[in-house]
């Protein structure tokens, strides 16, 4: 039973779009803080951008300008508008929940940025 569950990745040149989704269920979404991270082959997890409940946001550097978060609470589902992509945004994408000590990570969705 998955809580967290992404889609939208996949194959895109390079300066070119995609835009992440990651639908929740069984959880309270609107109470909890929500992430996107992603791991490159041979890398650490790394964290890319954030929205807390309240719709504060946070990128890491190297999306700036290029990435935003957003949620619809509505929909129980938060987004990742990903433009002016380059190969090294190749990566699996996570979703990533948290509430004080209760957190939920998603499955992954690849994300492949073609030179």
């Known amino acids: 039973q998955d809580q967290l569950v992404e889609s939208g990745g996949g194959l895109v040149q390079a300066g070119g779009s995609l835009r992440l989704s990651c639908a929740a269920s069984k959880i309270a979404f609107s109470t909890y803080d929500m992430q996107w991270h992603r791991q490159a082959p041979g890398k650490e997890r790394e964290f890319v951008a954030g929205i807390t409940r309240s719709g504060g946001t946070n990128y890491a550097d190297s999306v700036k300008g290029r990435f935003t978060i957003s949620r619809d609470n509505a929909k129980n589902t938060v987004y990742l508008q990903m433009n002016s992509l380059k190969p090294e945004d190749t990566a699996v994408y996570y979703c990533?929940?948290?509430?004080?000590?209760?957190?939920?990570w998603g499955r992954g969705t690849q994300v492949t940025v073609s030179s």
């Open positions: 990533y929940a948290r509430k004080s000590w209760i957190n939920y």
